[in-house]
Structures are given as structure tokens and as C-alpha cells.
């Protein structure tokens, strides 16, 4: 007997690994459990659901790096007046704290990529690196949520470290088609017509992974089908750049409409310089778009749990702006915030500290540390009495490391004094897109209660099933 049942175990390891990816949409629901599905979340029809692009940049933040990050899409805002945002997925080796701060303040996410960019990091030091940067540049831990994986190198056992740390979402594995799906809760593990297995070495290992969302990571697809994906950092190839982007945002502005995801290494973004500028311009370009809107990974899994057409948007967290309401400037203190409070051009002068201790140079809000920060010790001890950021962060206001104080000042909001430049044009208002690809050979998505995937044939699973009956018998 026991014989038998070791058989009929490896026959179900078979039947699952034949069958693939299946996920029962009527148990697996919002918002605590998505399927894989190629078609808008909530049975929205393409044609009414927004279209969000996810920019996103992994590695340091520094010198190098932030005056990238200003030239490509700050300064920007959607016709309802939110500013374009980014994720960081940032590395703490290299990274100024005080930079990351003002990205945050700014309303971009902050996300983790390990402590010191390490392959296949262990939980400790994934767990480190969110500390590092809850202290020094003032990131509440709660609005940490995000992992991508250094060189997308994943292992189920990396995946459950980001399930273990209370992590929402990992975004570490390409696509390789182009119709991909939306973003998906790994209650079912992942889907392996979105993920090709052999390449990252994970075929047969990779476990489920309740509540933990995976946003894919959206390739780039050519037209000219001898090119392979691009993943990460599509080149500049002579400007042609721009039409690798049209092409591939039309293709889902006229489909499923599935997130378009750019995902660079700012330092690349310059190779040549025309490339920052091009990108600029495709994002203005983007958000001319009617329905279009650039938002924050976990901005993203807000619209997955409660998916609404376009024209029901107003007000829904996934587009909102609300939190710079609390980010008051043009008062008579500039506060330790990431935000020019006093309206002279200066960020946090006078109260941001510069902090070298052994390989480390960074500023920081929050008090520079007696020793360097390292994955066995990520909170050494800090000169003076400034107080990191609660957990939490602040309901109203901002915090305050020097007085140790959620406060609020009087004045106009950070957006106002920024004056972000709006894009609003016709196309904004009434313009469908343009597609420019072919989607004929496109694989669609199909119907029934296993998601959209396409089945296994009847004949492998009644095969399966008579061997099954056989062993049992």
C-alpha cells in the first residue's frame, strides 16, 4: 500500500506538472486571491479599463543616479494634476538615504533588491536592507511592501523569505509572451505560460505562495520575431527605441490592456544621453493618452483588489495624490523631510546631515551612525537624539526627526509649489490609439473556470486518471 500511494504521488506530481497552471476563479477571489488572467481584473472589458504604465529603476540612488531620475519623468503630471511617479527597487551598497527620502517624499514607492545587490539573498539580509532604509532615509516600515530579485535570479526559497517577511508583492520574473497576464496572487504558484521555467532554472520547485501578489515583469517584444524580449533597459538602438515603446504600449492599449512596464537601471538611461530624453518624451507622450496613468507598483495591487472601469477611477487609491495634502510647504521651517518647506530652493538645508563612516557616504534626516551599516548590524548606534520614523508614519503631517513629532505646517501643498507640467491634449480626452501590431497569432484568452490558459488535452487526463483507478485497484 505504501508502495502504491508513493506511485500514486509521483502520478499527481505528473498530472500537475502535464496540466500546468490552474487556478479556480470561483474559490480564489479578491482581494485576498487573483488567478492568472490575461483579460482586465473584475470582468471590466479591455475598452473601459485604464491603461497604467509601472516605471520602475532597481539598484543605488546617488549622485550618479538622481539627476537621471529628475531629467526622465519629474515634474510631470496626469491632466488630474498627480504627478507621474516611479518604484525603486533600491539596493542599500552605494544608495544616499537623504536622495531616497525626497523620492518618497516626491510620492514615488520605495521597494527592496537586497542589502549589497547579492544573488539569491537569504531573508536576513533582505530583511536588513528594509531596515537600513526605514532608518536612515526615513521610509515607514509599513510602506515597504515590494522585492525584485538582483539579476531576476529567483528560487522558491527566495520567494518564500519575501512571503516570510510580510512582503505584498515580488516582481522578479519576465514574460515571455507577449499577451501576458495581469498581476496574480501565487496561491496557485506561478503561471507557466507568462514564465519559462527552464531558463530560470525553476521547473518543479517552485511552491505556492498564498497572498503574496507577483507582478510580472513585462518584457518588450519586437516586431521582427528573429529580436528575442527585452526585459530590462531596451537600448537606444539609434532612436528606434521609441518605436520598440509605441509599438508595445499601442499593442496593449488596444487589447487586454495589461500594465506596460519600463524597467531600467538609471545609469543605463544615459547611454547615450538622447535616451533620458527619449524616454521623456514617451512618457508625455503616454500620458496624452486617454486613460493612461503612471502609478506605483502598489498602487497597482490596490486596482487588482478592487478593479473599476476608467470612468469610475476618480478617487480610487491606485490614481490618488491625497498624501501630498499633507506635505505642507512655504512655511516659515524647513523640516527634515525630503521637501523644501520654506520655499527658498533649498531641501532640508541646514538640518540634512552628511554622514562617512568606513565605506559609507550618504546624507541622512535621521542621524548619522557610529559604524557602518551592515547586514549583521543595520541599526548601529546614531550621534544626537534624532528619532527615526514610526511604523506606521503619519496620519497627518510629517514626521519630524528633530523634534521626534508628526507635525503639520501652514502653506501651499508640495504639488502646488512645484507646478508640475500637465499633459492634456485631445488625444487625452477621445483618442482609442493606434495599433501598430499585428496580435493575429496572439494567444487569446479562453473561457472557463481554470483561468485563461489553454487546457491540457482530454486524452492526457483521462490517461492520467485510468492509471490512477489502476493503481488504486
Known amino acids: 500500500m505504501i508502495k502504491k500511494l508513493s506511485i500514486l504521488l509521483s502520478v499527481l506530481s505528473l498530472f500537475k506538472s502535464t496540466?500546468?497552471?490552474?487556478?479556480?476563479?470561483?474559490?480564489?477571489?479578491?482581494?485576498?486571491?487573483?488567478?492568472?488572467?490575461?483579460?482586465?481584473?473584475?470582468?471590466?472589458?479591455?475598452?473601459?479599463?485604464?491603461?497604467?504604465?509601472?516605471?520602475?529603476?532597481?539598484?543605488?540612488?546617488?549622485?550618479?543616479?538622481?539627476?537621471i531620475l529628475k531629467d526622465m519623468y519629474k515634474?510631470?503630471?496626469?491632466?488630474?494634476?498627480?504627478?507621474?511617479?516611479?518604484?525603486?527597487?533600491?539596493?542599500?551598497?552605494?544608495?544616499n538615504y537623504h536622495q531616497v527620502q525626497q523620492l518618497y517624499a516626491q510620492g514615488d514607492e520605495i521597494a527592496l533588491h537586497t542589502f549589497g545587490h547579492t544573488a539569491l539573498a537569504s531573508q536576513h539580509e533582505i530583511n536588513s536592507g528594509r531596515t537600513v532604509l526605514s532608518t536612515f532615509a526615513g521610509i515607514p516600515l509599513s510602506d515597504i511592501r515590494g522585492f525584485r530579485a538582483p539579476f531576476l535570479n529567483y528560487t522558491n526559497d527566495l520567494i518564500q523569505s519575501v512571503q516570510n517577511l510580510g512582503l505584498a508583492y515580488d516582481s522578479s520574473a519576465p514574460t515571455i509572451r507577449q499577451d501576458a497576464s495581469w498581476p496574480y496572487t501565487l496561491d496557485n504558484g506561478?503561471?507557466?505560460?507568462?514564465?519559462?521555467?527552464?531558463?530560470?532554472?525553476?521547473?518543479?520547485?517552485?511552491?505556492?505562495?498564498?497572498?503574496?501578489?507577483?507582478?510580472?515583469?513585462?518584457?518588450?517584444?519586437?516586431?521582427?520575431?528573429?529580436?528575442?524580449?527585452?526585459?530590462?533597459?531596451?537600448?537606444?538602438?539609434?532612436?528606434?527605441?521609441?518605436?520598440?515603446?509605441?509599438?508595445?504600449?499601442?499593442?496593449?492599449?488596444?487589447?487586454?490592456?495589461?500594465?506596460?512596464a519600463i524597467a531600467v537601471h538609471a545609469v543605463h538611461c544615459n547611454e547615450p544621453?538622447?535616451?533620458?530624453?527619449?524616454?521623456?518624451?514617451?512618457?508625455?507622450?503616454?500620458?496624452?493618452?486617454?486613460?493612461?496613468?503612471?502609478?506605483?507598483?502598489?498602487q497597482l495591487i490596490e486596482y487588482m483588489k478592487n478593479p473599476v472601469k476608467a470612468s469610475d477611477l476618480e478617487g480610487h487609491p491606485a490614481i490618488s495624490c491625497s498624501k501630498f495634502g499633507t506635505y505642507k510647504v512655504n512655511s516659515n521651517t524647513e523640516i527634515c523631510d525630503g521637501i523644501d518647506n520654506n520655499g527658498d530652493g533649498n531641501i532640508d538645508e541646514g538640518v540634512v546631515e552628511s554622514c562617512g563612516i568606513g565605506n559609507s557616504y550618504f546624507a541622512t534626516c535621521f542621524?548619522?551612525?557610529?559604524?557602518?551599516?551592515?547586514?549583521?548590524?543595520?541599526?548601529?548606534?546614531?550621534?544626537?537624539?534624532?528619532?527615526?520614523?514610526?511604523?506606521?508614519?503619519?496620519?497627518?503631517?510629517?514626521?519630524?526627526?528633530?523634534?521626534?513629532?508628526?507635525?503639520?505646517?501652514?502653506?501651499?501643498?508640495?504639488?502646488?509649489?512645484?507646478?508640475p507640467e500637465k499633459i492634456i491634449t485631445e488625444e487625452n480626452n477621445d483618442n482609442p490609439g493606434v495599433s501598430v501590431i499585428d496580435t493575429s497569432s496572439e494567444l487569446k484568452p479562453s473561457s472557463g473556470a481554470l483561468s485563461s490558459h489553454t487546457p491540457t488535452s482530454l486524452l492526457t487526463i483521462s490517461i492520467i486518471a485510468i492509471l490512477i483507478y489502476t493503481l488504486l485497484h
Open 190 to 260: 506561478f503561471s507557466d505560460t507568462d514564465v519559462d521555467c527552464n531558463t530560470t532554472g525553476t521547473c518543479g520547485s517552485m511552491t505556492n505562495h498564498n497572498g503574496l501578489w507577483e507582478i510580472p515583469l513585462y518584457s518588450f517584444f519586437y516586431n521582427d520575431a528573429s529580436k528575442p524580449p527585452i526585459s530590462m533597459d531596451p537600448p537606444y538602438d539609434n532612436g528606434d527605441l521609441m518605436t520598440l515603446l509605441k509599438d508595445n504600449f499601442n499593442y496593449r492599449y488596444n487589447g487586454n490592456r495589461q500594465p506596460l
Open 75 to 95: 515634474g510631470l503630471a496626469h491632466s488630474n494634476g498627480c504627478p507621474v511617479v516611479a518604484t525603486h527597487f533600491v539596493q542599500n551598497l552605494y544608495t
Open 273 to 298: 544621453e538622447a535616451k533620458v530624453k527619449l524616454f521623456r518624451n514617451f512618457i508625455k507622450w503616454c500620458i496624452g493618452q486617454k486613460d493612461v496613468y503612471f502609478i506605483t507598483y502598489s
Open 19 to 67: 496540466f500546468g497552471y490552474s487556478c479556480n476563479p470561483n474559490t480564489c477571489k479578491p482581494p485576498t486571491c487573483t488567478c492568472a488572467s490575461q483579460s482586465p481584473p473584475g470582468g471590466i472589458d479591455p475598452k473601459d479599463a485604464p491603461q497604467f504604465v509601472i516605471l520602475s529603476y532597481d539598484d543605488a540612488v546617488n549622485d550618479s543616479t538622481f539627476s
Open 367 to 419: 542621524g548619522c551612525p557610529t559604524s557602518e551599516p551592515s547586514i549583521d548590524n543595520p541599526t548601529p548606534l546614531r550621534n544626537g537624539e534624532r528619532k527615526t520614523i514610526p511604523q506606521q508614519g503619519c496620519a497627518e503631517g510629517t514626521w519630524d526627526p528633530l523634534t521626534s513629532n508628526c507635525v503639520s505646517v501652514s502653506g501651499s501643498t508640495y504639488l502646488e509649489s512645484i507646478a
